[in-house]
């Protein structure tokens, strides 16, 4: 068994959840694409694109906050220095990346 197979994630209890914002944002990109073939006014495309970024960013704060909450606390509590040391490394990591996005 794979080490992703054998592990649960932080979000695996809101994973239907989940798939349900990416169904609904990617619905969001959707409708960008028609506004787009439709000829809608820029301002208008602007709004429903800065709309979808949102709810990404919400969707990856939601995943951040289960990766905090399971996987680093998880490995501080387990009291393994390395393991602890590893995901506040990978966290760190995380925020960096997400951070630079902005």
Do not use: W
């Amino acid at each position: 068994m794979t080490e992703t197979a054998a592990h649960v994630h932080g979000y695996a209890k809101d994973k239907d959840a989940l798939i349900k914002r990416l169904h609904r944002i990617s619905g969001q990109v959707r409708g960008v694409e028609r506004m787009i073939e439709e000829d809608r006014y820029c301002i208008d495309i602007l709004t429903q694109i800065a709309a979808a970024n949102t709810a990404l960013e919400s969707l990856a704060f939601k995943i951040l906050e289960e990766h905090v909450s399971h996987c680093v606390a998880g490995a501080l509590a387990a009291g393994d220095p390395v393991e602890a040391t590893a995901k506040s490394d990978e966290l760190l990591e995380a925020v960096q990346r997400f951070a630079g996005t902005r």
